[in-house]
């Protein structure tokens, strides 16, 4: 089957959109679909306001709608609600196409801390993006059911997954600074939450790797203490290796629907501390073994306790091959044909 997935959020960013997309996609290959991603490197683009890294694509419409013509898809997903992703919406409603989309992220409360704009003003635009496709794929339950609650339609559970022979507990010496060490992996945004872990008064040393609008304000903060190191955008080899490094692994956010970094330390062995919010309390639940508490002092001391060995356990429940196989089979194709190719594909992933 013929698989076209339009994205606003690709290349250069590094997220767990990005990252999710791309493990989708292989996966969806091996399943034998054709699959192609519409993206904003296809667009001129102008930098998003208060975030210059995200690039939104300029009058796409046109061009999107020969896209999709050319390539003939039999299934349309969109991922995003930016300029691609409407204009890609905007055309299976003329051409009476089904599609699916996504809820990636919590878009209301990233623009109400960055412009002030109130949630429900947001969330009703997002019903309205929304309630048109055929499914609206959330990454946990508890998505699934906030949507749900805000008049969202059609809202089914599309799950994560981790590389695990990527990120697996290896050689513990990346990161030479005091010990405990706890670190911090992701964007640097108000959204993310960086200083709250940054204001903890925690023995050893503080990591933060990754960038992002809000870094170079907090590294004027806190650059100049001694325990607090900062790196770069790192590829996935070597996050491996500073997960394994890490006594713990530092979730502040409070607006993720999932946090795909959380699997990705965990599988290296490394405890998480987080509060207790959506992402950390579905990926984690109330008996797994990560240390989920309001206090996020009380949280990394007690993560501190916690056995890698069984960290990582926990971690191997999760494979990016169910969960692509869980996302084709919430697509909604155009012919039977291509619905018996979806089925077909199905069955020998599920055969192997």
Same mark, same amino acid.
Request: aromatic share 10%; proline share 7%; with cysteine.
């Given at each position: ?117 109130? /949630?429900?003003?947001?969330? @009703? ?7 048109? #496709?055929?499914? $609206?794929?959330? &990454?946990?339950? =508890? ?116 946090? /795909?970094?959380?699997?990705? @330390? ?7 501390? #987080?509060?207790? $919010?959506?992402? &950390?309390?579905? =990926? ?69």
């Amino acid at each position: 089957m013929k698989i076209l997935i339009v994205t606003d959020a690709w290349e250069p960013q590094v997220n767990g959109v990005v990252r999710t997309l791309k493990q989708t996609r292989a996966e969806l290959q091996k399943m034998g679909h054709t699959v192609d991603l519409l993206t904003p490197l296809e667009f001129k683009t102008i930098p998003c306001p208060t975030y210059p890294d995200i690039r939104l694509s300029m009058f796409p419409g046109s061009k999107v709608n020969q896209r999709i013509r050319e390539f003939a898809p039999d299934a349309i997903h969109i991922a995003t609600e930016g300029p691609l992703g409407l204009a890609a919406r905007k055309y299976c409603l003329k051409n009476k196409l089904p599609y699916t989309t996504a809820y990636h992220s919590r878009f209301p409360e990233y623009v109400q801390l960055r412009f002030g704009i109130p /949630l429900s003003w947001t969330y @009703a635009w997002l019903a309205r993006f929304h309630n048109s #496709a055929e499914a $609206v794929m959330a &990454p946990t339950r =508890v998505v699934v059911e906030d949507l749900q609650a805000r008049g969202i339609k059609n809202v089914v559970l599309w799950s994560r997954g981790v590389d695990l022979e990527i990120f697996k507990p290896g050689r513990r010496d990346k990161l030479a600074s005091r010990s405990p060490i706890f670190v911090y992996v992701g964007r640097v945004a108000v959204e993310k939450n960086v200083q709250a872990f940054l204001d903890l008064d925690l023995p050893g040393s503080k990591w933060i790797v990754g960038d992002g609008p809000a870094a170079a304000g907090l590294k004027a903060q806190f650059g100049n203490h001694p325990n607090v190191h900062w790196l770069g955008v790192l590829n996935q080899a070597e996050l491996a290796e500073v997960y394994s490094s890490a006594d713990v692994f530092v979730f502040p956010s409070k607006t993720d629907t999932f946090g /795909l970094v959380l699997l990705e @330390a965990m599988a290296c062995g490394c405890p998480v501390a #987080a509060y207790p $919010v959506t992402g &950390p309390i579905d =990926v984690i639940g109330n008996d797994g073994p990560g240390s989920l508490h309001e206090d996020l002092h009380q949280a990394c001391m007690g993560a501190l306790q916690l056995d890698r060995a069984e960290v990582r356990r926990f971690a191997e429940r999760y494979s990016w091959a169910a969960a692509s196989r869980q996302f084709a089979s919430h697509l909604h194709p155009f012919t039977p044909h291509a619905q018996q190719e979806l089925r077909l594909a199905e069955q020998g992933a599920g055969g192997e």
